[in-house]
């Protein structure tokens, strides 16, 4: 069933969601419920499956779609955050519509995925950067790490990339999904902006798990380098 619709109504998306629970596999849920927190519902339908659904919603009417009330279904919030990625609007609208979503997130993997399809970042990447801090500053873990892995997947490039350390160095926040998308960050900067990524770690106040995060995340890198791995396991706190 093609998706493009010129109008959305309850009615027609209670049929996707039924559409949604045909396409499911059984054996993804079970992968699924390994990976993802076991209170997050997942139907089990695979990520090709709603990008191409995704695809076919934003040639209609992207909009119309966005403002129909959704469940918190894990393939709900991916569809919603896959057709918010692929939907063109004005930055003002596209500001506005991230804002709110950002707050429907609910484990590392529809933050992450959805993170890697907001192609509109690269759009107007100077306003959005000034944007990101709301995330950063922001109280639930999801949403500050919706921040971090926003800034990981458009903005570790010339420009940008000393802001976006410092960025990273200034949050205080242990807790295990924030923490962990620092200690990403850093070892893909690293990669980029070796020296750069070097000074900051070095001088970091972080605290020690985070910084032992990062250490490992670069030693199962393979864009490291044999001797940097080596030193920077002198590092761990």
């Given at each position: 069933?093609?998706?493009?619709?010129?109008?959305?109504?309850?009615?027609?998306?209670?049929?996707?969601?039924?559409?949604?629970?045909?396409?499911?596999?059984?054996?993804?849920?079970?992968?699924?419920?390994?990976?993802?927190?076991?209170e997050d519902t997942?139907?089990?339908?695979?990520?090709?499956?709603?990008?191409?659904?995704?695809?076919?919603?934003?040639?209609?009417?992207?909009?119309?779609?966005?403002?129909?009330?959704?469940?918190?279904?894990?393939?709900?919030?991916?569809?919603?955050?896959?057709?918010?990625?692929?939907?063109?609007?004005?930055?003002?609208?596209?500001?506005?519509?991230?804002?709110?979503?950002?707050?429907?997130?609910?484990?590392?993997?529809?933050?992450?995925?959805?993170?890697?399809?907001?192609?509109?970042?690269?759009?107007?990447?100077?306003?959005?950067?000034?944007?990101?801090?709301?995330?950063?500053?922001?109280?639930?873990?999801?949403?500050?790490?919706?921040?971090?892995?926003?800034?990981?997947?458009?903005?570790?490039?010339?420009?940008?990339?000393?802001?976006?350390?410092?960025?990273?160095?200034?949050?205080?926040?242990?807790?295990?999904?924030?923490?962990?998308?620092?200690?990403?960050?850093f070892a893909t900067?690293?990669?980029?902006?070796?020296?750069?990524?070097?000074?900051?770690?070095?001088?970091?106040?972080?605290?020690?798990?985070?910084?032992?995060?990062?250490?490992?995340?670069?030693?199962?890198?393979?864009?490291?380098?044999?001797?940097?791995?080596?030193?920077?396991?002198?590092?761990?706190?």
């Amino acid at each position: 069933m093609n998706w493009t619709r010129d109008t959305w109504t309850d009615e027609l998306y209670g049929q996707l969601l039924e559409d949604l629970v045909s396409k499911a596999d059984e054996d993804y849920r079970l992968f699924n419920s390994k990976l993802i927190p076991t209170e997050d519902t997942s139907l089990g339908v695979r990520i090709p499956v709603l990008r191409k659904m995704a695809v076919e919603i934003a040639k209609g009417n992207g909009a119309a779609f966005l403002d129909i009330p959704k469940g918190n279904c894990h393939e709900e919030i991916l569809l919603e955050g896959f057709v918010l990625g692929r939907y063109r609007c004005g930055y003002d609208e596209f500001i506005r519509r991230t804002n709110s979503f950002c707050h429907r997130l609910t484990n590392w993997a529809n933050c992450d995925s959805v993170c890697a399809s907001l192609k509109q970042v690269e759009r107007y990447r100077e306003a959005f950067f000034q944007n990101i801090p709301l995330y950063l500053q922001a109280e639930a873990e999801i949403v500050r790490r919706f921040g971090i892995i926003l800034m990981m997947n458009y903005y570790l490039q010339d420009g940008y990339i000393d802001q976006v350390l410092e960025r990273i160095d200034a949050i205080r926040d242990d807790r295990y999904y924030v923490s962990m998308a620092q200690a990403w960050l850093f070892a893909t900067a690293w990669a980029k902006y070796r020296d750069k990524t070097c000074d900051c770690m070095r001088k970091s106040q972080l605290p020690d798990v985070t910084i032992n995060r990062a250490i490992q995340k670069m030693r199962e890198s393979n864009r490291v380098s044999k001797e940097d791995k080596e030193m920077v396991l002198r590092w761990k706190r």
